[in-house]
């Protein structure tokens, strides 16, 4: 395995110090094969308290938050010792999160880390301060001038799937603009973030507890990041249901909560739309990293009238993309993260059966490992549990609906709302379809929103907030309004 990763396993970053930890190691799973392929630290509770000690001091009683320029020059030359490390990043990430070769190009771990110097360029380039003029509130004259702030600690607490994409949606934009952070990874995939820590640790200038990295198979230290008060913000991506409770606890504290949750996406075919290229183009969507995407559309909603060519399209689509070693160049299905995320896709598929839906795929195929083959359940209406829920495997649900207004009302059925696709070709109708869905992102006829300078997050319950762009950025900011009597 990668030199980043020594033989007795990947350490915490606390404090600007590689350190052990204080629990025992735990075993890390290459999904693709159920082996194990080394340990991560084990945090303990004393480890958090440091960690959150270590970023509150940094953040205090450093100039880390003051000067933009410092923090713009450590962001460009994390992102240039990253790219020194890259074979050995992508060989980590490959192993431990099960993604396919070919997203390490892109968001699983290239884009992130090009992304960096985007944020840099924020930071530089941010008007920090606004002069609103003069005005006279309550007859006094007073000159007004807005200021932004960094708001100071930030706990950023991420889940497995995208581990890079989603560690450097909240650390770059962090950093550029000047908090600190405690980053709490998922159990699942320890060694990205372990490895970027290192790196940080070593071949940075990002001063010590700007950064502190803490791995942990116990999901009890993000809620003590969540409870403690002398963090400041809590940057949560992962399911709708943990950030219910993340922002429970938060609310003791009164702290600043940002959301990326779940979601489950409509992808809306028009009657003008070109039906076999967007029928396909959206099966292949579900099976890409096996369906393990907050932002995939996984409900297939296409006129009435041509379901059962549409279900006959997909269904061949999904047979002809067979799961397999994600280090192999042309894979794009590769495994689910874990024997229970597997387990939990196949609970799915008994529900759609048991409802009266039809399922086509969905077995395990003769691989070592937690694979899946590409799915299409079809038959049920809206309102069944697959439609619904997030099922987070390479699942698609097949749904008719009657015109264009009846397209709306379905996307919209849903908790969530925080991304889609729709196809057609009369721009007019294309634009009411768009305006009507309830939605953070929406492709038209395979249009990507995915780059650095695009805000990314969701409606309803897919979240709080935005992630990435400008927006990203502000997020990590506190207003101060200064007047001064003239
Ligand atoms: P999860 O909610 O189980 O865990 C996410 C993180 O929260 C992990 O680090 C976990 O250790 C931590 N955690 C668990 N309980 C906690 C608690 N009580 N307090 C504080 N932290 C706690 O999610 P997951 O299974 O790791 O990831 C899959 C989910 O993430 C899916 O629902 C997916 O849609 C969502 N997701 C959303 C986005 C987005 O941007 N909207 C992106 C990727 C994934």
């Known amino acids: 395995m990668s030199n980043l990763i020594p033989d007795s396993g990947s350490q915490l970053l606390i404090g600007g110090k590689l350190v052990p930890g204080q629990g025992n190691l735990f075993g890390n799973i290459n999904p693709a094969t159920g082996e194990q392929i080394g340990y991560a630290a084990n945090a303990g509770p004393a480890d958090m308290d440091a960690a959150i000690t270590a970023a509150r001091t940094a953040f ?3 100039d880390w938050s003051r000067d933009a320029g410092f923090r713009a020059a450590c962001l460009r030359q994390l992102r240039d010792a990253l790219r020194g490390h890259i074979e050995e990043l992508r060989e980590i990430t490959i192993a431990e999160v099960g993604a396919p070769r070919m997203l ?5 771990l290239e884009g992130p880390i090009g992304d960096l110097g985007y944020f840099a360029d924020l930071a530089e380039n941010y008007s920090w301060e606004t002069d609103l003029g003069i005005a006279s509130p309550m007859g006094i004259k007073s000159s007004r001038r807005l200021r932004r702030e960094p708001i100071g600690v ?4 991420t889940p497995w799937n995208f581990p890079h994409q989603i560690n450097f949606a909240k650390i770059s934009p962090a950093l550029a603009a000047g908090t600190t952070v405690v980053l709490k990874p998922a159990p699942d995939t320890p060694w990205c973030a372990a490895a970027v820590g290192r ?5 940075t200038d990002i001063p010590a507890g700007v950064v502190n990295i803490v791995t942990s198979d116990d999901h009890g230290l993000g809620a003590q990041l969540v409870a403690d008060p002398r963090v400041d913000m809590i940057s949560f991506t992962g399911s709708t249901r943990t950030g219910r409770t993340v922002m429970a606890a938060a609310a003791q504290s009164l702290k600043k909560v940002f959301l990326e949750l779940g979601g489950k996406s409509a992808f809306i075919v028009l009657d003008d739309a070109d039906l076999k290229a967007a029928v396909s183009y959206a099966a292949f969507g579900v099976t890409v990293h096996a369906g393990q995407g907050c932002a995939i559309s996984t409900r297939l909603l296409v006129p009435r009238e041509h379901y059962d060519e549409a279900a006959d399209i997909a269904a061949r689509t999904l047979a002809g993309i067979r799961p397999g070693n994600p280090d192999r160049p042309g894979t794009v299905c590769g495994p689910l993260i874990s024997e229970q995320q597997r ?5 799915y598929l008994d529900s759609a059966r048991a409802e009266g839906g039809t399922v086509t795929g969905g077995n395990r195929p003769d691989l070592p490992g937690y694979f899946i083959e590409p799915t299409l359940v079809a038959g049920l209406p809206n ?3 697959v439609a619904q829920e997030e099922i987070f495997g390479p699942v698609l649900t097949l749904i008719a609906h009657d015109g264009d207004d009846d397209a709306i009302r379905l996307a919209n059925d849903s908790p969530y709302g925080l991304s889609g696709s729709v196809w057609g070709t009369d721009p007019a109708r294309l634009r009411t379809v768009v305006n009507g869905v309830r939605t953070g992102t929406l492709s038209v006829n395979g249009g990507v929103w995915y780059s650095a300078d695009a805000p990314f997050g969701g409606y309803k319950q897919s979240g709080i907030g935005r992630e990435m762009g400008i927006a990203g950025f502000e997020e990590y900011l506190e207003t101060k309004l200064i007047a001064t009597g003239c």
């Open 60 to 62: 205090d009683a450093t």
């Open 104 to 108: 390490t190009a892109g968001p699983q």
């Open 154 to 157: 930030v706990g950023a607490i």
């Open 199 to 203: 790196i940080i640790a070593e071949e």
């Open 343 to 347: 387990a939990r896709v196949e609970r």
């Open 383 to 385: 309102s069944a549990t």
